[in-house]
T-cell receptor, first 114, second 111 residues
């Protein structure tokens, strides 16, 4: 299996612009997670989905952040409008229903907002 | 909710020596504790995990121990090699089937 795929790997954008991060989970996995990693706050869970349905979005920092999962093989995390403090590495992870907490991470998207 | 503390934040060891990373957790209801290894420019990768009904688990050169009474667990790497250099994260199961991660330990293995 190719593992979790994320795109783009790097994104540089100006403050105020819309940013869309993409994720393809491992085929057959039921759960998908979006994390954010920063030096100050470490690895934080933003939102997770089960069978394409958002289950817990309590970690989403603001209304500027939104996530969708239109089908079992694709999810997006959108930031609109972006701000410099959104600069971080964003990871997508997926897991099986039978091993929910055994999560497999993608390579991440490094976002820089200037 | 669950709070996971990890120590030390950095660890430098000589190749061939052992490395030990310790984590404490706050929620006595937590029963799953994974360890992840993150290499530069990559995502965290699960290397070993332990459930609360087990006190110790080994996989070749790595082992994890769990003390439920004291609410702490540790990662042990024996016979360290340069490729063990990375950032290691512990995690604990939080409410709602979520993981709470420790702050990470940067391990440097000196040849």
């Amino acid at each position: 299996d190719a593992g979790v795929i994320q795109s783009p790997r790097h994104e540089v954008t100006e403050m105020g612009q819309e940013v869309t991060l993409r994720c393809k989970p491992i085929s057959g996995h039921d759960y998908l997670f979006w994390y954010r990693q920063t030096m100050m706050r470490g690895l934080e869970l933003l939102i997770y989905f089960n069978n394409n349905v958002p289950i817990d979005d309590s970690g989403m920092p603001e209304d500027r952040f939104s996530a969708k999962m239109p089908n079992a093989s694709f999810s997006t995390l959108k930031i609109q409008p972006s701000e410099p403090r959104d600069s971080a590495v964003y990871f997508c992870a997926s897991s099986l229903r039978t091993a929910l907490l055994k999560q497999y991470f993608g390579p991440g998207t490094r976002l820089t907002v200037t | 909710g669950e709070n996971v503390e990890q120590h030390p934040s950095t660890l430098s060891v000589q190749e061939g020596d052992s490395a030990v990373i310790k984590c404490t957790y706050s929620d006595s209801a937590s029963n799953y504790f994974p360890w992840y290894k993150q290499e530069l420019g990559k995502g965290p990768q699960l290397i070993i995990d332990i459930r609360s009904n087990v006190g110790e688990k080994k996989d070749q050169r790595i082992a994890v121990t769990l003390n439920k009474t004291a609410k702490h667990f540790s990662l042990h790497i024996t016979e360290t090699q340069p490729e063990d250099s990375a950032v290691y994260f512990c995690a604990g199961q939080a409410a709602g089937n979520k993981l709470t991660f420790g702050g990470g330990t940067r391990v440097l293995v000196k040849p």
